[in-house]
């Protein structure tokens, strides 16, 4: 027997407790990173559909749309607005895209910075220039059967704070 035959299970052995070392490390790391990411990854995913000429945006014209991306009450809130506003023949208490707090947009690049708030909760900040306005707005988001949903939208409005929610609750 050769000497790096007798030492191959001494490393394998060594390599090994290593490797579980370093998977113990990333397993206890991961619900950190991955709470962050997700929550980054969800509001990554709205403003990502306001980039640029001609895009698009979120277009929250179907109640499965407003359930998919708001917290169950908040949803209700929007959907029952639109059905109230309908019956009467009018648009309703939301006259602009709340994730760009404006009816029109063009929007070169955001900046999103996610914070924690707490078990399953997290605040997004998202700054941008729009049509030469800079522009701050904050999703309170909550995470509801490991999907992030927004619980709330606040922007500035004659420098005061406005709030998505308190529009339909008032």
């Known amino acids: ?14 390599l090994t ?9 990333v397993l206890f790391a ?11 990854a969800f509001v990554s995913g709205i ?20 359930r998919h991306y708001f917290e169950p009450s908040l949803a209700a809130l929007i959907i029952k607005d639109r ?5 009467h023949g009018e648009v ?13 947009w063009n929007i070169d690049k955001f900046d999103i910075e996610v914070t924690d708030t707490g078990p399953g909760k997290a605040k997004a900040t998202v700054k941008f220039i729009n049509l030469d306005q800079p522009a701050t707005i904050v999703l309170d988001l909550v995470k ?6 927004i619980s709330d939208i606040t922007s500035l409005r004659d420098g005061k704070p406005e709030s998505l929610r308190a529009l339909f609750t008032h």
């Open 47 to 66: 403003y990502d559909t306001y980039m640029g000429s001609g895009a698009k945006g979120l277009a929250l014209d179907t109640e499965r749309t407003v």
């Open 1 to 14: 027997m050769n000497q790096s035959s007798s030492l191959s299970p001494f490393l394998a052995a060594r």
């Open 144 to 149: 509801i059967k490991n999907e992030w949903h």
């Open 17 to 25: 407790r290593r490797m579980l070392v370093a998977a113990a490390i």
């Open 83 to 87: 059905k109230n506003a309908a019956r």
């Open 92 to 104: 309703g208490q939301l006259d602009g895209d709340p994730f760009v707090d404006a009816q029109d």
């Open 30 to 40: 991961m619900p950190v990173l991955a709470a962050d990411g997700s929550a980054t």
